[in-house]
């Protein structure tokens, strides 16, 4: 009976212990769970009808910058399709400033945020839908980075950054693992003909956003070529980062 009795002990602790074991798991599992985009704060509003310089400059409201694109631009290569995980933010204190945008140089942060200086970007014209492109941004540092809200773009001589599909926004931020990449889509212009202020394009540039919403500490704009002159209009909308292409180009 005493052999029976230690036998059922015996099994009762291992039990506890493959629970105990289970619970720790389950809740390292739960702290890498994606920074839902509720908990962050909302992305510049302003930021949709100024241009750069207007942001940055007389107005004095650097809560509110957007980035200058005529500063420092850096030439990048084109980018690559991956895929792309959604791990949760842990220190974005890498950040670099400047035209550096050094974010891999804090050996103690393990998740930073994505800037020129990590990444390389390129634009592609999609045949479906019209009158669309697909910006790749493609991680080239060491430490995965973590694709706040969605990029700032200026084609040409624009006076403004576009407009938004907020309907685009994820449930949470997009973490690019190195070597891989998250997408933004891009529509150019109005199918129906409703835009207004066309003109054509020679060249884009593209800048970044902080958890903040805002371009502090992201570096200098970046320069994406433009393999032909594209037409932009008044209808000229981006998309939040996105996961995959499918969903870049969705809206």
């Known amino acids: 009976m005493r052999t029976l009795n230690f036998r059922r002990a015996a099994r009762t602790s291992a039990l506890g212990a493959v629970a105990l074991v289970a619970s720790l798991s389950l809740t390292a599992c739960q702290g890498d769970d994606p920074e839902p985009y509720d908990a962050l704060p909302s992305a510049s509003a302003g930021s949709a009808s100024k241009t750069p310089a207007e942001s940055a400059g007389a107005s004095g409201d650097k809560g509110t910058a957007a980035p200058d694109a005529d500063q420092g631009k850096d030439a990048t290569g084109s980018g690559s399709g991956g895929g792309t995980s959604t791990t949760k ?3 974005d204190s890498g950040n670099g400033n400047g035209g550096s945008g050094g974010s891999d140089d804090n050996a103690n942060t393990a998740t930073v945020t994505c800037t020129g200086g990590n990444t390389k970007l390129s634009i592609t014209e999609i045949s479906r839908p019209v009158n669309h492109m697909l910006l790749t941004m493609t991680n080239t540092g060491s430490k995965a980075c973590n694709a706040y809200y969605y990029p700032y773009l200026k084609f040409g001589e624009a006076q403004s950054v576009p407009n938004t599909f907020e309907d685009s926004k994820p449930q949470a931020v997009v973490t690019i693992n190195p070597g891989e990449s998250a997408y933004a889509g891009v529509m150019t212009s109005s199918a129906d003909g409703s835009g207004s202020n066309g003109y054509s394009a020679k060249d884009l540039s593209v800048s970044f956003q902080n958890r903040d919403g805002n371009s502090d500490n992201t570096g200098s704009s970046v320069s994406v070529p433009l ?22 180009l969705t809206y």
């Open 227 to 248: 393999s032909k002159s594209v037409h932009v209009d008044s209808s000229l909308t981006v998309s939040y980062w996105q996961m995959s292409m499918d969903d870049a």
């Open 89 to 91: 933010p842990k220190d």
